[in-house]
């Protein structure tokens, strides 16, 4: 298991994909892949730091990397602010975001895109994301 | 971080941006404010890729909520240069279908004409 804990801060952001882009390199993840990944990563922890936690600093988040073995990693995001209710996400029209020009929506829908596997729970005062990819 | 530069091509007067390193949601807000400055100051925009190395949904936010402005004022604007990894996540939302993207420089300067 690898954990990478930082702040609640956009800034942070290169921080965690380097985290990750070291992390899913010692597992064997081809460079395309990892790019993906990568990616998902980032936008579940940029939602948290934005939207759950309005970066504030003072607020941590951790990432859990575990290589589930059999080519396939699984990550758990772990923040304490406002929970992101994931049942109730709708997949946002494309049409629709260039019309209205409200951008929200299109990290979720890029992770859904990548990932194998996405979960979202709240559970006591912590939410906890929880991806699986297979690679 | 990300790194923008603009110029303007003295022969065919044509805008550039140049966009060099990552656009996430940390930087994104620098790719908004040279689009929008480019679009008040040119209806001919290139958009350099070449040195574009990740980008995240901020940044393809940026691109797509300036789709109906460039269309409305009759903007010619193409993107090119992309690494095959940057193109996979415009693929992924189907951006590749609603932005002018390009392989090179010089299709590029073919299609904003």
């Keep these: 298991m690898h954990q990478f804990k930082t702040s609640c801060a956009k800034e942070k952001l290169k921080e965690i994909r380097a985290f990750v882009a070291e992390t899913l390199g010692n597992m064997g993840v081809s460079e395309n892949e990892c790019h993906k990944i990568i990616l998902a990563v980032d936008e579940v922890c940029a939602n948290l730091i934005i939207h759950s936690n309005q970066c504030d600093a003072s607020e941590k988040l951790e990432l859990f990397v575990e290589d589930h073995g059999d080519h396939c990693v699984i990550f758990e995001i772990i923040d304490h602010g406002k929970g992101f209710v994931y049942d109730s996400y709708k997949e946002p029209d494309l049409e629709e975001i260039i019309r209205s020009r409200k951008k929200g929506g299109l990290g979720i829908m890029l992770v859904r895109n990548i990932m194998d596997k996405v979960e979202f729970k709240i559970e006591k005062n912590r939410n906890i994301c929880r991806m699986m990819k297979k690679f | ?113």
């Excluded at chain 2, 949601?25 to 929008?36: F, G, K, V, Y």
């Excluded at chain 2, 070449?50 to 980008?55: A, C, E, M, S």
């Excluded at chain 2, 903007?75 to 390009?102: H, P």
């Design chain 2, 1 to 113: 971080m990300v790194n923008i530069e603009k110029q303007i091509d003295e022969q065919t007067g044509h805008y550039e941006i140049i966009v060099i390193g990552e656009v996430d949601a940390s930087s994104s807000i620098h790719l908004d404010e040279a689009l929008t400055t480019a679009m008040t100051e040119s209806k001919h925009i290139l958009v350099d890729l070449r040195g574009l190395d990740y980008i995240s949904s901020a940044g393809l936010g940026v691109f797509m909520s300036n789709i109906q402005e460039i269309e409305a004022e009759g903007i010619r604007f193409v993107l090119f240069g992309m690494k095959e990894k940057v193109f996979e996540v415009f693929e992924i939302l189907g951006l590749d279908q609603l932005l002018v993207i390009k392989k090179d420089k010089e299709e590029a300067l073919e299609a904003v004409k």
